[in-house]
């Protein structure tokens, strides 16, 4: 099983930064992508940004500029440094993280697992 365990959301003004935290915990043998996901109310879940492999990274463009994606490859932990933040980025923020583990019998298993979330809200 693999857990991931979000931090960092939070209410700050419009230009305001927030930097969340993802940390991936449990029987992974490597991880393969990490991301961040966000939904606000009423619209469907949507990427924000994620790291595959160590330097592909792809951004929304409503972020792009504003919004930095990092990873921990030795922690197990991806990063996103929100700055000039705007209230249209106010949603709850998903960590996500895709690779493989070890299987019970041996081996190794695919697994892709999402974090609780964390609300980020941008007041104007």
């Known amino acids: 099983q693999v857990r991931l365990v979000e931090s960092g959301g939070g209410l700050v003004q419009a230009g305001g930064s927030l930097r969340l935290s993802c940390a991936a915990s449990?029987?992974?043998?490597?991880?393969?992508?990490m991301g961040w996901y966000r939904q606000a109310p009423g619209k469907q879940r949507e990427l924000v940004a994620q790291i595959t492999g160590s330097t592909t990274i792809n951004y929304a463009d409503s972020v792009k500029g504003r919004f930095t994606i990092s990873r921990d490859n030795a922690k197990n932990t991806v990063y996103l440094q929100m700055n000039s933040l705007k209230p249209e980025d106010t949603a709850t923020y998903y960590c996500?993280?895709?690779?493989?583990?070890?299987?019970?019998?041996?081996?190794?298993?695919?697994?892709?697992?999402w974090g609780q979330g964390t609300q980020v809200t941008v007041s104007s």
């Open positions: 996500n993280t895709e690779g493989l583990k070890f299987g019970i019998a041996g081996g190794f298993t695919p697994f892709g697992s």
């Open positions: 449990g029987s992974i043998f490597r991880i393969n992508a």
